[in-house]
């Protein structure tokens, strides 16, 4: 398979990944551009053989550690999801599956950002933990402290919105 292909076959996991770090989709859909920018400037540097999903994870963070320190040295935050982004369906199935899902992303973006990293590349992206440690640049005692404490927290809060 082409470098290309590879890329668009895991743009929905990095769209996601992007979406956990930014909580915001239009931040997300701007960080996983950017991704991907970055990622077809620097294709010389991925090693065929190597996941190119963490490849681009690891991008991903950092533009995202380089955006939030942009962000912070301006003074400026993010703006909130705008209410009312599925105003108008009335599918009963859909409404409920949308609100267990605003629950959890509620849920997911209390966590604090090293817990809320650590819980999207494992549980939601299905990184390994060795994989997700060095995307997060962290050791593996760190990253399983961080998903236990993480699962933990998102378990509390989600027996909270029951």
């Excluded at 992007?18 to 920018?37: F, H, I």
């Excluded at 009963?92 to 950002?113: G, N």
């Excluded at 819980?119 to 760190?142: F, H, N, Q, R």
Aim: glycine share 6%.
């Amino acid at each position: 398979m082409s470098f290309e292909r590879d890329m668009l076959a895991i743009l929905p996991r990095l769209r996601r990944f992007a979406l956990s770090l930014s909580r915001d989709r239009a931040d997300g859909d701007d960080l996983c551009q950017a991704t991907v920018e970055k990622a077809l400037r620097a294709r010389d540097q991925w090693q065929p053989g190597t996941r190119l999903d963490s490849w681009m994870y690891r991008i991903m963070r950092n533009l995202w550690i380089d955006e939030a320190r942009a962000r912070q040295r301006a003074g400026r935050t993010f703006a909130p999801e705008e209410a009312g982004e599925h105003v108008g369906d009335a599918g009963h199935d859909r409404i409920e599956a949308l609100v267990t899902l605003s629950d959890v992303d509620r849920a997911m973006q209390a966590l604090p950002d090293e817990q809320r990293e650590a819980v999207a590349l494992v549980l939601v992206e299905g990184l390994s933990y060795k994989e997700a440690a060095a995307v997060l640049d962290i050791p593996m005692g760190t990253l399983t402290s961080r998903l236990v404490r993480g699962r933990g927290a998102l378990i509390a809060m989600m027996g909270e919105a029951a």
